[in-house]
């Protein structure tokens, strides 16, 4: 299964909906389900750029994740048990 499948399972689950959630029950648009349906529709400069704005925040999304979720790591690998000191 390539990336590509995956996005699309993922905008398929989560109803590829473009309107506010009340709740965690309601459909949704994700940001990757958004590059992956419409990349291939962007036919001008601005629409692609901003499709890559996108992908580069949720970039950004991902590597603050991911530097919390190694500092929560060592921390407890250390002995501390409280998360915040």
């Known amino acids: 299964m390539n990336k590509f499948t995956c996005a ?3 905008t398929m689950v989560g109803g590829n909906s473009f309107e506010m959630i009340h709740s965690l029950f309601d459909p949704v648009h994700s940001m990757a389900s958004q590059i992956a349906s419409e990349f291939t529709e962007a036919t001008y400069s601005l629409y692609v ?3 890559i704005y996108v992908g580069l925040v949720l ?3 991902t590597i603050i994740i991911s530097l919390c979720a ?3 790591i060592r921390r407890l690998s250390k002995g501390h048990v409280a998360v915040f000191e």
């Open 70 to 72: 190694q500092y929560l």
């Open 8 to 10: 699309m399972a993922v």
């Open 49 to 51: 750029s901003s499709l």
């Open 59 to 61: 970039f950004g999304i």
